[in-house]
């Protein structure tokens, strides 16, 4: 069972579209994690979000952490192909362990 | 400005064989991880290092052995390896509660 769902699993689009994927879970976390990891290559944290409500940009990356610390959205604005890759969210507990979503499959076709 | 490395890269080994996957890191975080990923269910962690000599299990550490006698090295065993042993393998370090991934072991177990 997986603690941490990702929606949805697979996303195909074209170049200069928007996208939003999630990451949802029945547990309160004390901050939120995303990463980007491309084929052959270990995971790369993007940004940690850590107050409920909260809301961080990265160029055309938005980050946002929900209310109740339950749940989190990556909103990507007009992709570009290099934006392809597996996007995976990480919810930190109160003591430090970190749990991982099976992640979301991004492919941005030019 | 290695980071975080691991060897070897790529291993294919016969089942009830003893494996062994190096982890090195250059920057003496004091926490290290291993985790494996698999289709369907993300990062798993194995194991961790609180530091030289501190190891405790994570979620799925059954068949694994790990040790730790120097700070920026972190092995992790298989005593016999087994079919469903195979994955793809990540070592990390934190600090700061940000993880740094080292690129990932694909073993094959036949």
């Known amino acids: 069972t997986q603690l941490l769902e990702q929606s949805p699993q697979f996303l195909s689009i074209q170049e200069g579209e928007n996208l939003t994927v999630y990451c949802n879970s029945s547990s309160v976390f004390s901050s939120l994690q995303w990463y980007r990891q491309e084929p052959g290559e270990g995971p790369v944290l993007l940004v940690t979000v850590v107050t409920g409500g909260e809301v961080k940009k990265l160029k055309r990356l938005t980050f946002q952490f929900g209310d109740a610390r339950k749940d989190s959205s990556l909103h990507i604005t007009a992709a570009q192909p290099g934006d392809t890759g597996l996007y995976l969210c990480a919810g930190v507990y109160n003591n430090n362990d970190m749990r991982f979503g099976a992640g979301t499959r991004l492919t941005v076709k030019p | 400005d290695a980071g975080i490395t691991q060897s070897p890269r790529y291993k294919i080994t016969e089942t009830g064989r003893q494996v062994t996957l190096m982890c090195h890191q250059t920057?003496?975080?004091?926490?290290m991880f291993w985790y494996r990923q698999d289709l369907g269910h993300g990062l798993r962690l194995i194991y961790y290092s609180a530091a030289a000599d501190i190891t405790d299990k994570g979620e799925v550490p059954d068949g694994y052995v790990v040790s730790r006698s120097k700070t920026e090295n972190f092995p992790l065993t298989l005593e016999s390896a087994t079919r469903s042993q195979t994955s793809v393998y990540f070592c990390?370090?934190?600090?700061?509660?940000?993880?740094?991934f080292g690129p990932g072991t694909r073993l094959t177990v036949l």
């Open positions: 920057w003496s975080h004091s926490y």
């Open positions: 990390a370090s934190r600090l700061a509660g940000s993880q740094y």
